[in-house]
């Protein structure tokens, strides 16, 4: 069985503050993926990052960054710089065992950036 | 434009109306699923496809049937719609699975 947790129901930070989104998951599989998707007001879910398990560099897009380790099993994501915009719901997510049955998604982490 | 298309977007119905949710994508992806997300429970997944004629339950398939006769698309029906099934529904598609899904823009059922 496959799990992903984001502990963090909802955070609240002032604009321009960094701010990590954390990630824990399970699986037995040694093979895996990873990602992040967005969700904004507007109810879209936006692809943020894909990461496979063979891959532990860390990932750095413009404000964003995602910390992948498989030590601990976490795969955590920071807004650095965080701006109104940046107010989302925010879902991990893990696929694995190579067939179609989808994504497993954490419950989300609601974000709330405050001018 | 590679899309996941899914109709209505906003839909209100009553307890026991058969309704269907259609899905299509014009990405000649073979995986296809329905996700359903309801507050602090995330999205799960109700039913997914590998290809078509072969479909098979997700967590949560109680209430719900699909099918897949065409690539393209994979419609999620409700025979008997009940206020349980009052959610946001994504469909979502993808080549292969490892390189992540493309998701429509949801469709809020909400039934009274």
């Known amino acids: ?115 | 434009e590679a899309q996941v298309t899914q109709n209505p977007r906003y839909l209100i119905t009553v307890t026991g109306k058969k309704l269907t949710v259609t899905c299509s994508q014009n990405m000649n992806h073979e995986y296809m699923s329905w996700y359903r997300q309801d507050p602090g429970l995330g999205l799960r997944q109700i039913y997914y496809s590998m290809n078509v004629e072969v479909t098979d339950k997700g967590d949560v398939p109680e209430g719900y049937k699909v099918s897949r006769k065409e690539k393209r698309n994979f419609p999620l029906i409700l025979e008997s719609p009940s206020p349980n099934q009052t959610s946001l529904y994504f469909c979502a598609s993808s080549l292969t699975g490892t390189y992540g899904y493309t998701f429509g823009s949801g469709t809020r059922l909400t039934v009274v």
Do not use: M
């Open chain 1, 1 to 115: 069985a496959q799990k992903v947790t984001q502990a963090q129901t909802e955070i609240s930070v002032v604009e321009k503050e960094d701010v990590t989104l954390d990630c824990v998951y399970e699986t037995r599989d040694t093979t895996y993926y990873l990602f992040w998707y967005k969700q904004p007001p507007s109810g879209e879910l936006v692809f943020l990052i894909r990461r496979n398990s063979f891959d532990e560099q860390n990932e750095i897009s413009g404000r964003y960054s995602w910390n992948f380790q498989k030590s601990t099993s976490s795969f955590n994501f920071t807004i650095t710089a965080s701006q109104v915009v940046d107010s989302a719901v925010y879902f991990c997510a893990l696929y694995s065992g190579g067939g179609a049955d989808g994504l497993t998604f954490g419950k989300g982490t609601h974000l709330i950036i405050q001018p």
